[in-house]
C-alpha cells in the first residue's frame, strides 16, 4: 500500500534493528520506502553494532548532507549492551544534539524515532545480566521519550508494544527482529506516518 506523502528524500539511521543482518533479508526502511512511493530517493545508512556516538559522528553528517524531508532513527541498544554501566544521561546528551542539528541541517524534515521491546525478555542471561539489561533499556527508552518531545518528534513505543511479548516477533538470536518483526514495525511506521499526513 501506497501512503500520500510529501517525503521526496528519506534516510534511515539507526543499529542493526535498521540496518538489518543479512544482506538481502527485507527490512523495515525497505517495507516503509516501497509504500512511500516510487519517487522517493531513500538511503539507509544504519549500521549494524552502532551506538548513538557513532550515529552521531559517522551517520548523521550523511543524512544532512542528503537534506531528507523524512528521517527515522532508532538507537540506544549497543549503549545498554556494550558497557556494564550504560549511562542514560550521555545517551540522552547525544540524541539531543542529532535531533538539534537535523532540525538545523534539514528544517523541513519530519523525524521519527522508536522505543526498543525488552531486549533482556529472550536473550539467553544470567540472572544479574538480565536484570541490568532490563533496567539499561527502560532508562534509555525514557530518556528517548523526554528528549523526542522536546524536539517535536514522534515516538513509536516498542517497549510496551503487544507485538514485543512474542518470540515470533524476534530472530533465532532472541534481539534482532523476525520477518514478521520488520513487517510490523514497517506497518507501524507507516501508520504513524499516514496519522500525522491526516
Known sequence: MTVHSAATVYIAMGDSFTAGLEPGKPRWPDELADALGPDVHY???????????????????????LQPDLVTLVCGANDVLD???????AYA???ASIFARLRHGAP????????????SRFLDLRPRSRA???????????????????YDVDVLEGFDHPLARFRAAFADDGFHPSAEGHRHA????????KGAAA
Do not use: H, K
Not at 523541513?108 to 531486549?119: F, G
Not at 514497517?186 to 506516518?193: D, Y
Open 43 to 65: 538511503e539507509n545508512v544504519a549500521e549494524v553494532g552502532a551506538t548513538s556516538e557513532q550515529v552521531e559522528r559517522e551517520q548523521l553528517p550523511l543524512a544532512i548532507e
Open 83 to 89: 558497557t556494564t554501566r550504560p549511562d542514560p544521561d
Open 93 to 95: 546528551a547525544r540524541l
Open 108 to 119: 523541513d524534515a519530519e523525524i521519527l524515532t522508536a522505543t526498543y521491546p525488552d531486549l
Open 132 to 150: 541490568r539489561v532490563e533496567r539499561g533499556m527502560r532508562l534509555i527508552n525514557a530518556a528517548c521519550r523526554a528528549i523526542a518531545r522536546r
Open 186 to 193: 514497517a506497518a507501524e511506521f507507516l501508520s504513524s506516518l
